[in-house]
């Protein structure tokens, strides 16, 4: 495991306020979500149901997203995904699923500004209304060309994931799009 991210912390100030997160902890698990064992399982080691189709939930233990009709992306502590990964493991054991530590292969952003859906959009094919996307629905979508899911946590506040990998080019792309006097003024 990682002890820096791979932007160390890189923060930006324009139309919007752009900040590596730090070190998240990330867990893709992938089975059966309709699974009663599953739901039992995630109750019990984090507190938190299955989100619906598109959905985050959160509790003070972390977050679960739904990202497709067999795969949930579990954000807690990074100090806790060893001992998260084993708890799950064995809490399923015997059915089919598949748990990982993604934490190292993604970077996460924190975008804070009234203009975030407008600098969103300048790359994201995605609707980005409030009416399309409102508050704590997950959209995977791409930004330029590069893959990426966000959430709105209120309506100024949003998170962003991409692969570790693209992290600095996203973060250039992200800083170019929130440029003091590049305001679109669409939302």
Not at 3 to 13: D, E, K, R, V, Y
Not at 23 to 39: E, F, H, Y
Not at 66 to 77: C, G, Q, Y
């Amino acid at each position: 495991m990682s002890s820096i991210t791979a932007l160390n912390g890189a923060s930006h100030n324009g139309i919007i306020k752009i900040k590596d997160t730090g070190l998240l902890g990330m867990i893709t698990l992938r089975g059966d979500l309709k699974s009663n064992v599953l739901a039992k399982a995630l109750k019990l080691e984090l507190g938190m149901i299955i989100p619906e189709q598109r959905q985050i939930t959160s509790t003070s233990k972390g977050s679960i997203a739904w990202m497709s009709p067999d795969e949930l992306l579990i954000i807690i502590d990074y100090k806790n995904v060893s001992k998260t990964i084993s708890n799950l493991n064995s809490s399923l054991s015997g059915t089919h699923n598949l748990v990982v530590d993604v934490s190292d292969a993604r970077s996460v952003f924190s975008l804070n500004g009234g203009a975030v859906r407008d600098v969103l959009s300048k790359g994201s094919p995605a609707d980005l209304s409030v009416d399309a996307l409102p508050i704590g629905e997950v959209r995977r979508t791409r930004i330029a060309q590069l893959a990426v899911a966000f959430w709105f946590t209120d309506e100024l506040n949003c998170q962003l994931i991409c692969f570790r990998s693209v992290g600095g080019y996203i973060m250039e792309w992200l800083k170019n799009a929130s440029e003091d006097g590049s305001e679109v003024n669409f939302h």
